[in-house]
């Protein structure tokens, strides 16, 4: 038997146990009606996944990837791009500004950028001129996307393009994170700053692997536990 398809039988195996199980419980309890049945299985199933990430140490899926944020060129490992930037920094309007600050409590202009990349797993410098030299270099607004950085001359602040000639900021104290009209002309820029790609760019996708007999002993490793795991916890029933 391939080691793909002894993960594959042993994950009818598995299935099977945990129906009969099930089949046991309903029995015991005088039966069930079909929609606490249909709740049940969902339960097992959900069960069964929770015990596998617990046992492997890590969840079943990841959507992402963390990476670093690179000087010359676009981080696409992470898999965002940049409506997801946009979308990203639209959760902080309406956290004040407190310098030094990079939370919900407060923060300021590169504290924002910051939480924000870090939210979709890229990691940013901290302060601005050192955010300046991270991504590709746009050439001017005419070409800036939404989700790009413009940083004014001498560095002192940075907002986040969002298209349309608007752009979201931490202006100052006393302020809020907010959506305002881009103010800045080219001539006012030291830079523009591209650190994902641009909404609609080829991202690299989530990685994918495919079953080796390693992978595959391991994966049969890892359900057999699980499935002790819930036999032991009384889950299943």
């Not at 046992?55 to 963390?66: L, R």
């Not at 004040?96 to 890229?122: A, H, I, N, W």
């Not at 070409?143 to 001498?154: F, H, M, S, T, Y």
């Amino acid at each position: 038997m391939s080691p793909v398809t002894e993960v594959l039988s042993r994950i009818q195996d598995i299935q099977a146990t945990i129906a009969q199980l099930r089949a046991g419980a309903t029995g015991a309890t005088g039966g069930m009606t079909s929609a606490t049945a249909a709740a049940g299985s969902s339960t097992s199933a959900t069960a069964f996944a929770d015990a596998l990430a617990g046992t492997s140490g890590t969840g079943a899926t990841a959507t992402s990837a963390s990476v670093d944020a690179v000087a010359g060129s676009v981080a696409s490992g992470s898999g965002a791009d940049g409506s997801d930037v946009v979308e990203s920094a639209k959760k902080y309007l309406g956290v004040p500004y407190v310098f030094g600050g990079e939370d919900r409590t407060g923060m300021d202009c590169s504290g924002l950028v910051q939480t924000v990349f870090k939210d979709l797993g890229v990691s940013m410098p901290r302060v601005v001129p050192d955010q300046a030299k991270m991504g590709a270099e746009v050439s001017s607004l005419a070409d800036a996307k939404p989700g790009d950085l413009l940083v004014p001359k001498g560095e002192g602040h940075i907002v986040i393009y969002l298209g349309d000639g608007k752009v979201l900021h931490a202006p100052r104290p006393g302020k809020d994170v907010q959506i305002v009209d881009n103010w800045y002309k080219d001539a006012d820029l030291s830079t523009i700053r591209r650190i994902v790609p641009a909404e609609g760019a080829s991202a690299s996708p989530a990685k994918t692997v495919t079953p080796t007999a390693s992978t595959a002993s391991s994966g049969t490793d890892l359900m057999t536990a699980a499935l002790q795991k819930l036999m032991s916890a009384g889950v299943a029933s």
